[in-house]
């Protein structure tokens, strides 16, 4: 796929919270949570710039729990 975006700007910000209750998954427990949130500016071909955010879990415990 062919687009004139170009990427101008990233920020991304890393949060890491604890939990109010602890989540047991299998055989693991998550008691803290780390999101990447991501703020991304761009322009198109026309000169017109826009910006969004994304935001993703990076806690993978449920995915790849501890086999027993």
Same mark, same amino acid.
């Given at each position: 796929?062919?687009?004139?975006?170009?990427? +101008?700007?990233?920020?991304?910000?890393?949060?890491?919270?604890?939990?109010?209750?602890?989540?047991?998954?299998?055989?693991?427990?998550?008691?803290?949570?780390?999101? +990447?949130?991501?703020?991304?500016?761009?322009?198109?071909?026309?000169?017109?710039?826009?910006?969004?955010?994304?935001?993703?879990? +990076?806690?993978? +415990?449920?995915?790849?729990?501890?086999?027993?």
């Amino acid at each position: 796929m062919k687009t004139d975006i170009r990427v +101008l700007e990233i920020e991304p910000i890393f949060k890491k919270e604890k939990l109010y209750t602890p989540l047991k998954f299998g055989n693991g427990v998550v008691e803290e949570n780390t999101s +990447l949130k991501v703020r991304v500016k761009v322009e198109n071909g026309f000169g017109k710039v826009a910006q969004g955010w994304g935001n993703i879990l +990076l806690s993978d +415990l449920w995915a790849y729990p501890d086999p027993l």
